[in-house]
């Protein structure tokens, strides 16, 4: 969400009052039972000074809560991503209807025995199980670098070639490093 042309991460969240931001990049840190949402309002233009850390909007969400008489909620949605593009995305022909999960269950009412104690509780499942699926092109025993390719005792002259280039390397920088001095 972009409010006034600022970024998503210049909106302060609230949640009856409280910061739902997370800290670490000033983003909305947890997501809420649409169910219990008593009301959303969001203010765009001037807001007061105990949203500091809001440069272009302030989004507040209000819960319901609990009443006179028991009430019940339960609201959930199943679903997965269907398309022919077969070439495009990997395994999207292999649908599962529990890919995308979410349920959202709430229940408030009188607490027992206690006068005007009133009680309101939300709750929330929900599984992802993913949409991207990668091909595996290579394997780690595809590589060139396998202890086969390697003999445990070099060769004498394997040695004095190494030996050879770590000398002329040396021997470069040592140059160039003079030149850099002049």
Do not use: W
């Not at 500091?52 to 009430?71: C, I, R, W």
């Not at 199943?78 to 229940?107: A, C, K, V």
């Not at 104690?117 to 929330?124: L, M």
């Amino acid at each position: 969400m972009h409010v006034r042309g600022g970024y998503g991460n210049e909106i302060a969240y609230t949640l009856n009052g409280i910061s739902l931001n997370d800290p670490y990049g000033n983003s909305r840190s947890i997501g809420l039972a649409t169910n219990a949402v008593k009301e959303v309002s969001v203010s765009t233009g001037t807001f007061a000074a105990q949203y500091g850390n809001a440069l272009s909007g302030v989004v507040n969400y209000v819960t319901k809560e609990g009443s006179d008489d028991y009430s019940f909620g339960l609201r959930g949605y199943m679903g997965d991503y269907i398309t022919d593009r077969t070439s495009l995305f990997n395994n999207i022909d292999d649908i599962d209807p529990l890919n995308r999960t979410r349920l959202e269950g709430t229940f408030g009412g009188p607490i027992p025995e206690i006068p005007d104690a009133k009680f309101y509780v939300s709750s929330i499942y929900e599984k992802f199980k993913g949409s991207l699926y990668g091909i595996r092109l290579y394997n780690p025993t595809d590589s060139y670098l396998s202890p086969d390719n390697f003999q445990a005792v070099m060769q004498e002259e394997e040695v004095q070639l190494i030996h050879t280039i770590l000398i002329h390397t040396a021997q470069i920088q040592m140059d160039c490093q003079q030149v850099m001095d002049r």
